[in-house]
């Protein structure tokens, strides 16, 4: 039982264009949510947060937004660039709960 | 560079054999996580160890071992092996001993079975 999918396994976008990486939940306890990035032969590495009391959390290119009703967030990147070319994962957690929950990840292109 | 230090980086071996994969997490972090990663799939939680007692435990297979040493580094032993074990293993930790904050990786282990 996958409580965490992103069902888009890859994306492709123009340099400049907007991303959009989406992201669905059906824990209705999880309530922080994570993106973290991933390069080739890396670990993943965290990017932006939001938690449930807020609906949106904006950090320089990134913005990552929530809808509770929907079980759903998305992470937008405006502009994109190529070196934003990674697989993006995110990852929910639980109040009560001591490990993040991933999904299995979207590959993004960005090209020049 | 996380902070977060995993050896060996690569690992190559047989159907039936016993690897140890290990962990040395970031200065100061209590909490340090096991994540397996198979075929470009997602991140499967294997377990949690914090100040060194078991914290949470998750699809972690019964022929899969880890403890976390007073010098809070952390070793995954996998027994048995199969070929279904191929995969990347990654090591995170963090300060605290919940997850809803920023987990800091390693690279990870790459084990192929064969």
């Known amino acids: 039982d996958q409580q965490v999918k992103q069902n888009s396994p890859s994306l492709s976008v123009q340099e400049g264009r907007i991303s959009i990486l989406n992201c669905d939940y059906t824990?209705?306890?999880?309530?922080?949510f994570l993106w973290y990035k991933k390069y080739p032969a890396e670990g993943p590495t965290f990017l932006i947060s939001?938690?449930?009391?807020?609906d949106k959390n904006e950090d320089g290119r990134f913005t990552v937004f929530l809808n509770k009703s929907a079980k759903h967030l998305s992470l937008h990147i405006v502009p994109s660039q190529p070196g934003d070319s990674a697989v993006y994962f995110c990852?929910?957690?639980?109040?009560?709960?001591?490990?993040?929950?991933f999904g299995g990840g979207t590959r993004l292109m960005v090209k020049p | 560079d996380s902070g977060v230090t995993q050896t060996p980086k690569h690992l190559i071996t047989a159907t039936g054999q016993r690897v140890t994969l290990r962990c040395s997490p970031r200065?100061?972090?209590?909490?340090v996580y096991w994540y397996q990663q198979s075929l470009d799939q997602g991140l499967q939680f294997l377990i949690q160890?914090?100040?060194?007692?078991?914290?949470a435990k998750g699809n972690i297979l019964e022929r899969f071992s880890a403890q976390q040493f007073p010098d809070l580094h952390s070793e995954l032993n996998l027994s048995s092996l199969e070929l279904g074990d191929s995969a990347l293993y990654f090591c995170?930790?963090?300060?605290?001993?919940?997850?809803?904050?920023?987990?800091?990786f390693g690279e990870g282990s790459r084990l192929t079975v064969l």
């Open positions: 990852a929910a957690s639980a109040r009560a709960g001591n490990m993040l929950t």
């Open positions: 824990n209705s306890m999880f309530d922080y």
């Open positions: 160890y914090y100040n060194g007692e078991e914290r």
């Open positions: 995170a930790s963090s300060v605290g001993g919940r997850a809803n904050g920023e987990l800091f």
């Open positions: 939001i938690s449930s009391i807020k």
């Open positions: 200065s100061g972090d209590l909490s």
